[in-house]
């Protein structure tokens, strides 16, 4: 039955799922033409950037390419570190 | 005047031989004037997918460096008379030809021909280029799976970048049971991923086994399930509105129709 109900309503983790996601990813890349290479430069002038206004943590600093549903979108995250001062 | 098609893909091995051969059997069985140009330069198969291999006298290079006369190399295939294939050289290598000596070729068959369908080689160096060349459209042949569709993915960006081409795309070896699994994407996410017009859909077949053990192209069989898309893909590319064909197993309606009932997209 369940086996059923699984099937009449679709298996999230059915592997054409994963491939559809695993497409999407690589895709972006390939269609934005940029190399890994200049997204790795591209990280290191944000970080650059954002580092004169605000003191994050270049540890958890990511850059990522992302869908929303029909569009591209480049996605970071960035995270503040706490001001040592409160920080008691 | 005719027109040029190229058959494309990117990724090799996923159909654009076999779908060249019975695009152009189903076209040359609907009436047409036909000519296949085998663009693979040294690994060419067409001809022996086409059952011709025998045939050949003169190919694609010794027309494009002037040794012999298009009408000299073209064959004539053994079961249409408005069909005829052009091999590509087999000792030769894709830089023998150039993408202004192809334009002016395919130019000079689409005066005699109504359509000129160009089987392109794998990948997207020279040979792509020269197969591409002379062509007024673009079919991308592409597989339910992730190489396959990326490579797709790529080409159809190349094509789009020459605004010419208007590439429609070809699903090829689909396997509804494991399309009904949730194992193999459907049409539907190719579609969405891939973002251009479906031409049509084949299914896997065994028979396109057998047909080009003998070399006879699967339109030929009534009873193959390939053979019957590829007719029906015909048909599209002249202009008909004949529905995809429907790719489901045998005698497992219901379950859809359940789905469908339900508005649940499978
Ligand atoms: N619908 C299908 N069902 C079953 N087998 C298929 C189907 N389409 C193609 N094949 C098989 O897949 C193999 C590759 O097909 P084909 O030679 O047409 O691909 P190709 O894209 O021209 O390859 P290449 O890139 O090497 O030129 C062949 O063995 C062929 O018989
Ligand atoms: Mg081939």
Same mark, same amino acid.
């Given at each position: ?13 059915? %592997? &054409?799922?994963?491939? &559809? ?10 269609? %934005?033409?940029? %190399?890994?290479?200049?997204?790795? %430069?591209? &990280? ?45 | ?57 003169? =190919? ?16 004539? =295939? /053994? ?19 150039? #993408? !202004? ?6 130019? $000079?068959?689409?005066?005699?021909? =109504? ?5 392109? #080689? ?6 792509? /280029? ?33 605004? /010419? ?23 539907? =996410? ?6 251009? !017009? ?18 006879? #192209? ?30 489901? $197993? $045998? ?13 649940? /997209?499978?």
């Amino acid at each position: 039955m369940f086996d059923l109900f699984a099937r009449v309503f679709g298996r999230e983790d059915a %592997s &054409k799922e994963v491939a &559809k996601e695993r497409l999407r990813l690589v895709l972006v890349h390939d269609r %934005s033409s940029l %190399s890994p290479q200049a997204l790795e %430069s591209l &990280k290191n002038d944000l970080l650059q950037v954002i580092s004169q206004y605000l003191d994050i943590d270049d540890q958890g600093f990511r850059v990522d390419f992302s869908r929303h549903d029909d569009a591209m979108a480049l996605v970071a995250n960035i995270p503040i570190k706490k001001k040592a001062s409160r920080n008691l | 005047m005719g027109e040029a098609i190229v058959i494309t893909s990117g990724k090799g091995g996923v159909g654009k031989t076999t779908t060249t051969a019975n695009i152009g059997a189903a076209l040359a069985q609907a009436g047409q004037r036909v000519a296949l140009i085998d663009a693979d330069i040294g690994l060419r198969n067409l001809d022996v997918v086409m059952g011709l291999e025998n045939r050949i006298v003169y =190919d694609l290079v010794d027309v494009v460096e002037g040794f012999a006369k298009l009408k000299h190399a073209l064959i004539k =295939d /053994k079961r249409f008379e408005n069909l005829y294939l052009l091999p590509a050289a087999q000792t030769r290598d894709k830089t023998a030809v150039s #993408p !202004d000596q192809m334009r002016s070729l395919v130019a $000079e068959m689409k005066e005699e021909f =109504d359509f000129v369908l160009i089987d392109c #080689p794998a990948g997207i160096e020279q040979g792509f /280029k020269n197969a591409v060349a002379g062509s007024d459209k673009a079919i991308v042949v592409a597989t339910p799976e992730v190489s396959s569709v990326r490579d797709a993915d790529r080409i159809i960006g190349l094509l789009e970048a020459e605004e /010419k081409h208007h590439p429609s795309l070809i699903v090829n070896r689909i396997r509804p049971s494991m399309v009904k699994k949730g194992d193999m994407m459907d049409i539907d =996410d190719m579609i969405e991923i891939l973002a251009i !017009d479906l031409l049509g859909v084949v299914p896997d077949d065994e028979f396109i086994v057998v047909s080009t053990n003998r070399g006879e #192209p699967a339109v030929l069989n009534q009873q193959s399930k390939a053979g019957e898309a590829y007719r029906l893909i015909s048909r599209r590319l002249l202009g008909e509105n004949v529905p995809l064909m429907k790719v489901e $197993e $045998e005698g497992q309606g219901l379950l859809g129709r359940l789905r469908k009932m339900m508005g649940i /997209k499978g």
